[in-house]
């Protein structure tokens, strides 16, 4: 920062390359909380730094409404000047590095399109820091996310079924408990017990779920065959009926339209709105994600750093909470 002597003219800098993430982090994420963790740095240290950049400035950047962190008129120019300077910086900084023919691909998927939700958002703030590799979000192997890792493909995947040989390095990311959706209108509403929906009243329903694992679906088909031998004590009458819809909002749009019960990841809940009912699931169940890599890691790739990066995201989205209505 320029001292105010060093010309006759000059006034003191207010604003650093600091001031500028810090504003955009925030306004991404919604709050300091989230942002701090976005930053990599203590939620108090962010708090500190906005309150002084509003003091040096002499303006409120941010107003809160309800639980988000919103941007004052003046600190939506900030933000969006923010936004274009640090794409700019960006890209300077990648045109004058004499390393950027150089760079390694780190390539990565997830078995779950779901978590295209909230992952790229992690991965973009992973690559802001290794401006030395290439990132590359592989979709077009999201189904078969293990045979395309095995086939050195990609590099890292995400996925709930993994490797389990000594050549693949694993680590839990995420545990994201299930809930179900469903119109108000729709019968499986009336079938609560005690305020939660046992996995047996989903005998008879059409069940929509995300393009899962043939795993996983066996795992649901055999909750509901026993939850409902439990409480009925007959085996139940008819295949359980499920459509695989690989696309979030599809799967939404057809519970509103009463074409089914969803049986989603929590981290869903956010994008849900008031048009469906949230069912809490009896007994609790999750989906347990993976990280997966192989071990030798040829490349040195920073997987250990991306991994914990995944993982602060994906409790950020998994500590989500919202009541049944």
């Not at 040989?165 to 959706?181: F, H, K, P």
């Not at 030798?296 to 991994?307: K, M, S, W």
Request: charge should be positive; include cysteine.
């Amino acid at each position: 920062m320029k001292s105010v002597h060093d010309t006759d003219d000059a006034a003191p800098d207010r604003l650093e390359v600091r001031d500028l993430k810090l504003m955009r982090a925030i306004a991404e994420a919604g709050g300091v909380t989230r942002a701090a963790g976005r930053l990599h740095r203590s939620q108090s240290a962010v708090s500190h730094q906005l309150l002084a950049l509003e003091r040096d400035l002499g303006a409120r950047l941010f107003d809160r409404v309800g639980k988000r962190m919103v941007p004052t008129a003046a600190g939506a120019q900030l933000v969006g000047a923010a936004r274009r300077l640090l794409g700019e910086l960006a890209e300077l900084e990648r045109s004058v590095d004499g390393r950027r023919d150089a760079k390694l691909p780190l390539r990565v998927t997830s078995s779950c399109y779901t978590s295209y939700n909230w992952l790229p958002a992690a991965l973009g703030h992973f690559a802001e820091r290794h401006p030395n590799l290439e990132l590359d979000i592989v979709l077009d192997v999201t189904r078969r996310a293990v045979p395309a890792l095995i086939a050195d493909e990609i590099d890292v995947a995400i996925v709930t079924d993994p490797p389990r040989d000594d050549t693949w390095g694993r680590e839990v990311v995420i545990e994201s408990d299930l809930v179900a959706l469903a119109s108000p209108d729709h019968p499986v509403c009336q079938r609560l017990v005690r305020g939660a929906l046992r996995w047996g009243a989903l005998h008879d329903c059409t069940v929509l779920v995300p393009d899962i694992a043939d795993t996983d679906l066996a795992r649901l088909d055999e909750a509901v065959r026993a939850s409902w031998a439990r409480e009925s004590g007959q085996r139940m009458p008819a295949p359980l009926t499920v459509r695989k819809i690989p696309l979030t909002e599809a799967l939404l749009e057809l519970a509103r339209a009463g074409a089914g019960v969803v049986i989603i990841d929590r981290w869903v809940l956010p994008r849900v709105g008031k048009a469906l009912r949230i069912l809490p699931l009896h007994p609790t169940a999750t989906r347990t994600f993976h990280a997966v890599w192989r071990r030798a890691n040829p490349r040195g790739l920073p997987i250990a750093e991306l991994v914990e990066i995944v993982k602060q995201a994906g409790a950020s989205r998994t500590r989500h909470r919202r009541p049944v209505h």
